[in-house]
Structure formats: structure tokens, C-alpha cells
């Protein structure tokens, strides 16, 4: 009984993770309106195998190595960077013309990830200390812990894009898509400016 409502934790905490307004739900919206439904979900699956790369990577090095806070910090300056050229690009979109072009390719979702200094100390400090948890509770809990919060990550996910999807064929209108794209636009610059001042606070500390 406690095995399961540890497991039910887990998938809560990845449906929490996953609805969290961020750079990649920014992006998942971004293609649900450039390329519908069905396409976005493309973006889903590189995001979901980015963050299990990199969450993986997180409980290695946090088991292997000490590794500063700091080191976090650092990274989200780079992060930041990557968020302002994608808002460039999604700045830019004044129609859709059915073209296939891709603005949100795996390198992209990965740099994302992997340049997210809270995506790190989300996993270090909330996520890690579960997976303990899990691990002592069960053989394996590292795993299945990855497995069950990416579950949660991709139902909650998933739900959004498609609650988002209805909107299309407003968001669609002539006049409403440069203006819808823009926001987008704004809103990774406010994800990158976000990084850029916790890193800033961080150093001034």
C-alpha cells in the first residue's frame, strides 16, 4: 500500500511538472498552432526524451559527484541565450503557410533542458530525495521513479495541448496569428529573462 501511494506521488508530481507554464509548454503551444494537433505531439516526444536524458544524467551526477550550486547558475546564462534566439525565430512567424519548417528540433528541446538551471534544481532537490525514497521502498525505485514522473509529465502535457488545440481555429483568424506568436515570443523572453536574474541574485549573494 505504501508502494503504490509512493507511485501515486511520483505520477502527481510529473503531472505538476509537466503543467507548469515553461519554455517547453511555450514550444508545445507554439506547434500546436503552427502544425495542429497531431504534429505537435512530435515536440512532445523530443521534449519527454530530452528531460528523461538529462533527469537521468541529474541522479548520476548527484550520486557520483558533489557537484556545486553554482554550476546551475552557470548554466542558466546559456540557457537564456537559446530561449532569446528561439523568440527571435517565433517573433517572426507573421502567417501560417503549411510549410514544415522546424523551429523546435531535438538539439533545440535538448539545449533547453539541459540549459535550464531550475529544470536541475527542481530534480536535485524534489525529485532526487523521492527517488531515494522509492529506491529504498523497492529494488529498481530510481527507474521506476523516472519511469512513473514522465508519465505524469506527458498525460499533463498531452491534456494541455489538446484543451490548447481547441482554440486554433480562433487563434487561426488573419489578424490574431502574428499578435498569438508574438506572446509566445514574449513569453520565452520572460523564461530567459527569468534564468538571467536568478543566476544574476544568485552571484550578487
Not at 105 to 117: I, R, V
Request: overall charge positive.
Amino acid at each position: 500500500m505504501k508502494l503504490i501511494s509512493q507511485i501515486i506521488a511520483v505520477v502527481l508530481l510529473g503531472i505538476i511538472g509537466g503543467s507548469v507554464p515553461g519554455p517547453v509548454l511555450t514550444a508545445v503551444f507554439t506547434d500546436v498552432l503552427n502544425k495542429g494537433l497531431k504534429r505537435s505531439f512530435i515536440v512532445v516526444f523530443k521534449a519527454l526524451i530530452a528531460e528523461v536524458l538529462i533527469a537521468a544524467l541529474v541522479l548520476l551526477l548527484f550520486f557520483s559527484w558533489n557537484v556545486p550550486t553554482i554550476f546551475f547558475y552557470i548554466i542558466s546564462i546559456g540557457g537564456s541565450i537559446v530561449l532569446f534566439l528561439l523568440a527571435k525565430q517565433v517573433w517572426g512567424i507573421k502567417e501560417i503557410t503549411g510549410e514544415k519548417r522546424e523551429i523546435f528540433s531535438f538539439p533545440k528541446l535538448f539545449l533547453l533542458t539541459a540549459l535550464n538551471g531550475t529544470f536541475w534544481i527542481f530534480w536535485i532537490t524534489i525529485c532526487v530525495p523521492m527517488a531515494f525514497q522509492l529506491n529504498q521502498a523497492v529494488f529498481g525505485g530510481y527507474i521506476l521513479f523516472l519511469l512513473f514522473f514522465e508519465i505524469g509529465w506527458i498525460i499533463a502535457v498531452s491534456i494541455l495541448a489538446y484543451i490548447f488545440s481547441k482554440f486554433r481555429p480562433l487563434l487561426l483568424k488573419k489578424k490574431l496569428v502574428s499578435i498569438v506568436f508574438k506572446i509566445f515570443a514574449l513569453l520565452l523572453i520572460f523564461f530567459g529573462l527569468k534564468l538571467l536574474w536568478g543566476s544574476f541574485i544568485y552571484f550578487l549573494e
